[in-house]
């Protein structure tokens, strides 16, 4: 009990909440259903609606990755949560061979609170 309050006390630090959003996965497409979050901590719960395992990653612009999460198994569900500090454009792609290239990759804009 005490580990989960601390854990809940160390999300609100900060002063706000994680920005929750949802990504859903299908074979050859990934569809945020919120396509703009504030600057911060956002968590992004993965939904795999597809017949294949897809993984979830984000990065900046200039191609650094900031969080990834493994395979997600057809039907299941992961978050990742990653402090997303500046504004700007960020690609949200799946990481498996081949994937990102037949179009598992969408736009995340970041906006300053």
């Known amino acids: 009990m ?11 630090a900060a002063g706000h909440p994680p920005t929750a959003g949802g990504v859903g996965e299908r074979e050859w497409r990934i569809s945020l259903y919120r396509s ?3 600057t ?12 294949d395992g897809h993984d979830l990653a984000i990065r900046t612009a200039s191609g650094r990755v900031l969080g990834a999460i ?15 500090r500046k504004p ?15 179009g ?3 736009v995340l804009r970041v906006k300053r609170r």
């Not at 911060?40 to 017949?51: M, P």
């Open 104 to 106: 598992m990759h969408a």
């Open 70 to 84: 493994g395979e997600v198994r057809p039907g299941r569900s992961a978050t990742l949560s990653v402090r997303l």
């Open 88 to 102: 700007g454009r960020y690609r949200v792609f799946c990481s498996l061979e081949g994937h990102e290239a037949k």
């Open 36 to 38: 703009e979050v504030p």
């Open 2 to 12: 005490m580990l989960a309050l601390a854990l809940v006390a160390g999300l609100f």
């Open 40 to 51: 911060g901590r956002v968590k992004l719960n993965v939904r795999n609606f597809g017949e």
